[in-house]
């Protein structure tokens, strides 16, 4: 392949409601989709990551940016101004279903103070006629000089894929900055390292040392609506992956259990653990696995 590989963070800001999760879900996949519930306390965080083999697109939650009703809104709103002044490019999503209102005046006020290219998306056509959505092109088009406007259906998928091409075209060449099945950065998932992790110590004593690490692999909700985990216990030596697995597969299945049942209780849903123990030597000396593994550094 002669082209270059393009990476580029996108802030994704709109009022509530007007589709912003559900277009998440529709581009990264239903595994972000468990986390997204309990990830409203943070303010700029990065809600997913798609990667592809030409590009990486980091896309970044601004929940801060709203009419602000107290000091602590002060603040949020300036946080997320900085956010739009780091990132690459900027989705307006609007719900085509409501009328220009005085939170988008106070958002294009705001994105009246930055530079990047600002996409305006039309969420949710599936609901007007064409020519509804034509005034309301016109009507925008006026209040703000966007990049460009891209109407979508983000529940049917409409279109959907015509605005990442039009995102992947305009993005400049740039490094690959998570690995490629890194989906998103929600707590959760070092959370449920931890709870295996916890649940491997506990077993083993002192026959592990806490060198362990455990690999967060994949979650994803399957058929019957189980959110099906995949994680791996790295360990340094042979010997100790023979005690993790035990007889049998004893020591493995008690881990198991336990954690799934910790999962499941702090996810509030049924959970399907894969665990898979593996040997890596001297894992912990080399730094470029230390971010697979989840350490920030
Ligand atoms: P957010 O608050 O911006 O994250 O909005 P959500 O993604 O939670 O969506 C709010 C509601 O709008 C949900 O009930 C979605 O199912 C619905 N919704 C989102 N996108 C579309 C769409 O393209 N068409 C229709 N008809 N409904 C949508
Ligand atoms: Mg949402
Ligand atoms: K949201």
Do not use: C
Not at 99 to 122: E, M
């Amino acid at each position: 392949m002669t082209n270059q590989f393009k990476s580029g963070f996108i802030a994704i800001v709109g009022r509530p409601n007007v589709g912003k999760s559900t277009f998440m879900n529709r581009v990264i996949g239903q595994k972000i989709a468990i986390m997204s519930d309990k990830a409203q306390t943070t303010r700029n965080k990065i809600q997913g990551v798609l990667t592809t083999n030409e590009y990486q697109m980091i896309f970044i939650d601004t929940p801060g940016i709203h009419k602000p009703k107290h000091k602590l809104g002060d603040f949020m709103v300036q946080t997320a101004e900085d956010t739009l002044n780091e990132v690459d490019s900027i989705i307006f999503m609007i719900n085509a279903d409501e009328g220009y209102g005085r939170g988008d005046q106070y958002i294009i006020d705001l994105l009246q103070k930055v530079n990047q290219p600002v996409y305006l998306v039309i969420n949710k056509v599936d609901k007007i006629q064409p020519e509804k959505l034509m005034q309301m092109i016109d009507q925008y088009k006026d209040l703000y000089t966007f990049a460009e406007i891209i109407p979508i259906s983000a529940l049917e998928g409409n279109n959907v894929n015509h605005l990442l091409e039009v995102l992947a075209n305009q993005m400049s060449e740039g490094p690959q900055y998570y690995p490629e099945d890194h989906i998103t950065d929600h707590p959760e998932r070092f959370i449920i390292s931890e709870l295996i992790r916890e649940k491997v110590l506990h077993h083993t004593k002192e026959e592990i040392p806490h060198s362990i690490a455990v690999v967060l692999e994949s979650i994803e909700r399957n058929e019957n609506d189980k959110l099906h985990v995949q994680a791996t216990i790295i360990t340094e030596r042979s010997s100790q992956k023979g005690i993790l697995i035990g007889k049998q597969g004893s020591m493995l299945k008690k881990i198991g259990h336990q954690s799934r049942r910790d999962i499941e209780a702090l996810l509030g849903s049924k959970v399907y653990l894969e665990l898979w123990v593996k040997v890596k030597k001297d894992w912990r000396n080399r730094q470029n696995q230390l971010h697979e593994y989840g350490f920030r550094l």
